[in-house]
Structure formats: structure tokens, C-alpha cells
């Protein structure tokens, strides 16, 4: 993954198992995404679906990136001192670009272990290997906004898009988020009433056709449990 660049960050579970079962497991996701993913990226949007996730994200400068692992190798060495029996952390390696995709696997590899002591459950949770697709135009990048925020609707789950709860859409609406950036919505968006009008005008028609040929051939028409 690039630095400074926007993607299309996706994936699904194993076989037919589901991602989520409960409210709880949608939120320990978020807390993940906000503990690993945000020092190395800022999340645009979201939707989290029972069997798969998107998020819509851009990557953080290389200096940004650097100093975030600076700052966590200072505080492992400021963890032994006075402390003798604490057993220091690997120091972080000064690779911006791996830290980047080392992030990411964090972020799901430790909700794949939540989820498995949860249900008492063994073996891989997601696809090998998350999907990610840089989004070179802005026409891409609106279409995306759409698709991510109507993808509860596609998968029969609710007839409004907003009456999902787990979608970052009523936190744009109200621009209610802590950890969202709106910056990029603005570029493709005059604000948020016509982000919003346009969605919904949007779900009134045909469901976004963008090109995501790269998404796992039976992903289109994955059947959904929850």
C-alpha cells in the first residue's frame, strides 16, 4: 500500500461463518480499527455486514508513520526502566510501508482471536489475505461512498440504508464521529445534505455499478446469516 492514498479495504469470512453475531463483536471490530488502523490511516467510511466488511480509507504520510513508530519503541523502552523483570517488546523496524500492512493484519488477526475465544471456536476467521483496491478518481471515490453506505440495502438487511446501525452513514450525516475524516467527502460532496440526498436519491435507482472485478468471484452474491 502507497502512502497518501486512498483505498477500498475489504474481505469476508471463511466458508458460510459469519464476522459479527452481536453488537458487541461489531463494536470490539471498531475498537480494533481504531487501536491498530488509524496510526497508519485515516477511515473515510464503513460498512460492517454479518459475513464481510468495507472501509474506505486513506494512508498516512511516511513521516507520520515513522514518528508513530518511534513513539511506540519509546514507550517500550520507558516500560523497563525502573522495572527490571518487564520483558521488552521486538523493536519496531523503521519500514513505513510493511508497518502499514503489519497494521492492518493486527488490527484483524486480534479480532479474529477475540472472536474465536468468544464462541469457542478454532481455525482462520477471514479470507487469506485482505483485498484492498487504490482509488485513483474522484468519480470512483463518490461512487464508493455510495456502495459502502448501500450495501445493507443490496443485501436485503434493511430497505433504508440508514436504518443500519452498523455503517458509518448516520455518523457523516450528523458528523457526529470521533475517529472519521470528512475532509475527502468534501471533495466529491458540496456537504453533507448533498452527500445525503444523493445517497438516498441513488437507492431509488439502480445499486452502484463500480468496477470491482477484483473482489472473490462468489463475493457479489455471498448469502448472508445473521
Known sequence: MEFNSIYHVFNHANAKDNLFDDDSS?????????????????????????????????????????????????????????HPNVRLKPLVKRDAEKFIIKS??????????????????????????????????????KELYFYIHLNPIKHKYRRKPENWRYSSLNNIINKSSDFLSFQYLFQVFKDIEDFRTSLFNRQTGKYPEIDIDDLPSNFKSFSVRF
Do not use: W
Request: hydrophobic share 35%.
Open 104 to 141: 492492518f493484519s493486527n488490527c484483524f488477526n486480534a479480532y479474529a482471536k477475540y472472536f474465536n475465544i468468544k464462541n469457542d471456536r478454532k481455525g482462520s476467521l477471514f479470507l487469506k489475505n485482505f483485498k484492498r483496491k487504490k482509488v485513483e478518481d474522484e468519480l470512483y471515490l
Open 26 to 82: 461489531y463494536e470490539r471490530f471498531l475498537k480494533y480499527c481504531r487501536v491498530h488502523i488509524l496510526p497508519v490511516a485515516e477511515i473515510l467510511s464503513y460498512c460492517l455486514m454479518p459475513n464481510h466488511f468495507h472501509l474506505l480509507i486513506r494512508t498516512r504520510s511516511e513521516s507520520e508513520i515513522l514518528d508513530h513508530i518511534d513513539n511506540l519503541n519509546i514507550k517500550n523502552a520507558q516500560r523497563k526502566r525502573g
